[in-house]
């Protein structure tokens, strides 16, 4: 023990770092399913086998069991355990925002100004302890007065008005008053650490000041999602579930103002009647896009009447911008709304009616005016951004994507789509696209349109490009690994009768026949050599995974040789070549059958879709908020909505 309380604080910081990304997956170097096990370090990539990672609940347990070290393992292990947050069972939502806000009651204030007069005192006690006088009792009650005088100065951001003195304390000359309407808790304690930088700088030139302690952890937040949220088997009744929800936009709004840090934010259908317009403001309205025309970035200055909400602007300015928010599966008629609106304020720029009429809206008003002084806002700070099932998009908005995704968005014609591709300065550095359509809405993309875009859209130009999709596009390319053959050939299609049978339009037999004599054989067989010039086989094609229609792998039953059905967790499923993996960065076919790749694949196959949401081929859905992008891997909702639903 007295070994770990010698370490540096940077080093047990630096420990519980790697205990943390020993638990973030290895970014995809191919289109399979994670295998797991320990199967060790690929030797080159694309690999197959992903290298292994720890499981988050052992990352999560060991950070705690940190925590309970000692003083110092708890503040080295803090940031780490916070860092992440997955919101998972109502109950734990509900502790979380007690922990994060501090709680709903009106001992919220009580604890606020307690933990506003421990800063101060901690601060006076490390700055006393600095200049080498830590037991001089005079000198520690001199720097609280300092600070007090400072933070009721009128330059200060705290009002003098909320400054009394105590009502039980004789020793300090004025402490905070708990039940007055003092400023926001994140105000008191960038107010107090500016008062002892420039008493500091005033007094005691190079004077180090610690940071003002703040005993909550939202700070060190970075991430939350609901992607594994349910309330599905809690016995509720119908009004329960409308009046007493767990995840309120009330809640939703209170933890967002405590995370500054917050970089990505996940939704699902389960919680989005909370994504009111409030709470669209705090996620989008941060960083340097949420700064007011006129307002100073210190002190009181010139306050804005027609400003309602001064003090969020102020605090959302030294917030970090949002690089990734994923809405899928978001359709409740409160975030439309709130949606529609935010869009309407923040986007769209208003245009003045002659006669005045507009101006007897104040809101509409002060769009105008801010329309004509700083422009629409931006995003600079998107980088990954998917598209799924929209109508529409303004160029202007965006800056630079990596990932983007047009999956079935209907209202987007073929020339929109080069023209966006060649000639937006956000397309020029995309790594990852996709463009798919099916039989319902099939891609708009013709053969010139592609020609096009091959030869001259930056994208593809530069070489980047690492994940393409194409479906329903007039395309040929020969290192294609995955064909979707779903109502695409009379041979694989089957017809609906009267009762709501399904009857295939061919026999089992045949549909096995044309499938592997028609495609199979002529992709993935290497031509005959002969035995007097030796040469490597080289195969046509690197296919090796067809999704097919459901009633169609039926029909195929346990496969043909090497090739079998794995199906997802909904009503996807493929015809797999399991003997076919990518490792030490080439394509092998004819794995052993002990090779570990060919093992899980032949499992996969043997569940018969009894597995998790994160398994298949050919996503549908964009990973947003690691950065995975397209070929990123995921689960709960989210991987239902990548691999289980067909379209």
Known sequence: ?????????????????????????????????????????????????????????????????????????????????????????????????????????????????????????????????????????????????????????????????????????DPSPRRLRAKSQSPARWKLMRSISDAVQDIADRNEFGLYVPRVHDPRPGRFIRHVDFNHFRT??????????????????????????????????????????????????????????????????????????????????????????????????????????????????????????????????????RRAVRFEEDGPLTFSGLRRLSLRGVKSIQPHVLNSLRSLSLARCIRLTGESIKT??????????????????????????????????????????????????????PTKAQNVEILTLISTSQDLEWNRTGGGIEMPRSTARQTSLALHSKIISPLCTPPLTSILAPTVAQYPTRVRVIELSMPVLVGLGAGAGTWRTIRSKGGRGWYVDTASGWVGGELVRGLPRDHPFRIEMNRLADANGNVNSGVGWHARKMEVLHGCGMSGREDGLYGAVSFAYQG
């Open 1 to 169: 023990m007295s070994a770990n309380l010698q370490c540096p604080s940077e080093l047990l910081f630096i420990i519980c770092s790697h205990i943390y990304a020993a638990g973030i997956p290895a970014v995809p170097s191919s289109l399979d399913p994670v295998a797991l096990g320990d199967y060790g370090m690929p030797t080159a990539l694309p690999s197959s086998m992903a290298p292994s990672h720890w499981p988050e609940p052992l990352v999560r347990k060991t950070l705690n069991n940190l925590c309970l070290v000692n003083h110092a393992w708890y503040e080295a292990a803090k940031p780490w355990l916070w860092r992440r947050i997955e919101v998972r069972l109502p109950r734990s939502w509900l502790s979380l925002v007690d922990e994060i806000t501090g709680g709903e009651d009106e001992q919220n204030v009580e604890r606020t100004a307690i933990a506003v007069e421990q800063s101060i005192q901690a601060v006076a006690e490390a700055a006393v302890a600095t200049t080498g006088a830590s037991s001089d009792e005079e000198a520690l009650k001199k720097w609280k007065e300092r600070i007090l005088q400072t933070l009721a100065g009128p330059d200060g951001s705290v009002p003098p008005e909320v400054l009394t003195p105590p009502a039980s304390r």
């Open 232 to 365: 599905i088997g809690m016995r509720r009744s119908v009004e329960e579930g409308v009046n007493s929800r767990f995840v309120t936009g009330q809640r939703v709004e209170a933890i967002l103002k405590e995370m500054p840090n917050l970089t990505a934010f996940g939704a699902t259908e389960y919680m989005d009647g909370a994504l009111t317009l409030p709470v669209l403001n705090e996620l989008f309205l941060r960083g340097p896009s949420s700064r007011v025309p006129g307002r100073p970035s210190r002190g009181r200055g010139l306050v804005d009447p027609n400003i309602a909400d001064e003090e969020d602007h102020e605090r959302r300015r030294d917030c970090s911008e949002l690089e990734a928010v994923d809405f899928t599966g978001c359709v409740s008629a409160v975030f439309v709304s709130a949606l529609t609106e935010f869009v309407g304020t923040h986007l769209s720029p208003v245009i003045n009616d002659t006669n005045g009429e507009d101006h007897r809206d104040d809101r509409r008003h």
């Open 420 to 473: 966006f591709l060649i000639q937006a300065p956000a397309a020029a550095q995309i790594q990852e696209l996709t463009l798919y359509g099916d039989q319902t809405f099939p891609s708009p993309l013709s053969t010139e349109d592609l020609e096009e875009l091959f030869t001259l859209a930056p994208c593809f130009t530069s070489g980047e490009l690492i994940y393409l999709d194409l479906s329903s596009s």
